[in-house]
């Protein structure tokens, strides 16, 4: 069996013209949502995601304010922008791109945020209330994942996933919404990290199979059963002499290898990644539109 690919940039591309649809809505009605990104220092990849939320910001609409900090910038000159942010009507959604330098402590800034404009959903208050299956900003990463899967027509209910990594951003809260009683979750699943006995055993059960350790080749064909959906989330650099910059991107699947014998694969890049800013934007909608109720 040679496997579908999921194209990620095709389904980010359908749910962006969705909310550009719901954006030109609420400008109908004088909201106009607001995205303040908040970047602290010269970090070239920080940089060109900030970029790249930017930018999609712009194309369905979404106002972005813009807040380039110089990397000396001190913990108490960023909380006084946090706060500003938190109290400006025009900002539905603050996302402050991490990492933040070493002296600055993230997780106060984190918990600076106004929980209704916690657009990435890393605050406490949202993850409590995602795992007790109360409405919350979900985060980016996960949710993309699962309207992935979802817009796959892969069916959640009773299927067994196995996911492979344990972080704050991916692997927990996405076991969270899978286990949910909820027509996006009710799977049963299995979560994998480096204690892990036997993986390849976990992993050869999985209905669908998602990896996010961060490691090239952390799934080979041998670890996957005949049919499975996979879900690449890793995104690693791989040294590439015939490449100009030196390397190429590769997820966490060997990718050729699986291909032949998933039913439904996620390439990398162009899976996971287009999606994540995409349910960035969902999120900044959706408290724009809470201030209308
Ligand atoms: P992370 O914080 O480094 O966590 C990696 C997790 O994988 C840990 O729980 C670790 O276990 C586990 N792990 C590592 N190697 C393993 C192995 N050989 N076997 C089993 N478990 C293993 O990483 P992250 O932030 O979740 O990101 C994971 C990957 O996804 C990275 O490549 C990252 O760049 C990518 N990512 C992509 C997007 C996107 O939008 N496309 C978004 C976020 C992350 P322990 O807990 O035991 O250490």
Redesign the pocket.
């Known amino acids: 069996m040679t496997a579908q690919i999921i194209d990620g940039k095709q389904v980010a591309a359908e749910m962006r013209a969705e909310l550009k649809e719901k954006v030109a809505e609420l400008k109908t009605q004088g909201v106009t949502p607001g995205l303040a990104v908040v970047l602290v220092g010269e970090d070239p990849a920080s940089k060109s995601y900030v970029t790249a939320k930017e930018r999609a910001c712009e194309e369905i609409g979404v106002f972005s304010n813009d807040n380039r900090l110089v990397a000396d910038t001190q913990e108490e000159d960023l909380l006084a922008l946090i706060d500003k942010l938190n109290k400006d009507p025009k900002i539905n959604g603050i996302l402050v791109q991490l990492p933040l330098p070493k002296h600055i402590d993230e997780d106060k800034i984190l918990l600076a945020i106004d929980p209704a404009k916690d657009v990435d959903g890393f605050h406490p208050v949202n993850v409590g209330k995602m795992v007790v299956g109360q409405d919350a900003f979900l985060p980016?990463?996960p949710h993309?994942i699962i309207q992935l899967l979802l817009r796959s027509n892969v069916k959640l209910e009773g299927a067994e996933v196995v996911i492979?990594?344990?972080?704050?951003?991916?692997?927990k809260p996405l076991a969270s919404m899978l286990i949910q009683k909820s027509p996006t979750g009710n799977a049963t699943v299995t979560v994998?990290?480096?204690?892990?006995k036997n993986?390849a055993e976990h992993v050869k059960r999985a209905d669908i199979v998602i990896a996010?350790?961060?490691?090239p080749n952390?799934i080979t064909a041998d670890m996957v059963k005949d049919g499975a959906v996979v879900i690449d989330?890793?995104?690693?650099r791989v040294e590439d002499a015939t490449k100009k910059r030196g390397y190429r991107l590769a997820g966490?699947v060997d990718f050729e290898a699986v291909k032949e014998k998933a039913s439904l694969i996620t390439p990398v890049p162009g899976?996971?990644?287009p999606?994540?800013i995409t349910m960035l934007l969902y999120n900044t909608v959706q408290s724009a539109e809470k201030t209308l109720q």
Do not use: F, K, Q, Y
Not at 164 to 171: A, D, F, K, L, T
Not at 192 to 196: A, E, F, L, N, V
Not at 212 to 215: D, F, H, L, N, Q
Not at 233 to 236: E, F, I, K
């Open positions: 980016c990463t993309g492979v990594g344990r972080s704050n951003i991916v692997g994998c990290h480096t204690r892990t993986m996010a350790a961060g490691w952390t989330v890793g995104v690693n966490d899976g996971v990644g999606m994540t």
